[in-house]
């Protein structure tokens, strides 16, 4: 028992006999990095998940989460049609938010190459 009385004595004079000071700022900087490490690069994520949903448009190639690649032919509120494949009868309508990856068409890639000799 006396070994914890001198033990305590040495904390309380190593913190100026403040340890509720040194408890609350642990508690404040603990809370600090829980902040940078799990929330805020949770509201990045959201952010850049709401801009995709704002910047999808008809004709955009898309990723969905079940990993395919398809193309947007139609867009309500919340839901689209994506074609998927070049047989134009695989049509399925999902919601926005199966959306992953989103791409807007090239049209001047195929036609503006030069060959020179």
Do not use: H, W
């Not at 642990?26 to 709401?50: C, N």
């Not at 008809?58 to 309500?76: E, K, P, Q």
């Not at 689209?80 to 938010?97: A, D």
Request: with cysteine; hydrophobic share 45%.
């Amino acid at each position: 028992m006396g070994l914890f009385l001198t033990q305590n004595a040495g904390l309380a004079g190593l913190f100026g006999g403040n340890q509720t000071l040194v408890i609350v700022a642990y508690v404040l900087f603990l809370i600090a990095i829980m902040y940078f490490l799990m929330i805020r690069p949770q509201k990045k994520e959201e952010q850049k998940k709401k801009e995709l949903m704002a910047s999808l448009a008809i004709g955009d190639s898309v990723l969905t989460t079940a990993g395919f690649y398809g193309i947007i032919i139609d867009m309500t509120a919340d839901t689209v049609i994506v074609e998927f494949g070049n047989n134009k009868n695989c049509r399925i309508p999902m919601q926005k938010q199966a959306i992953v990856r989103s791409e807007k068409p090239n049209y001047n890639s195929a036609s503006t190459s030069t060959d020179k000799k």
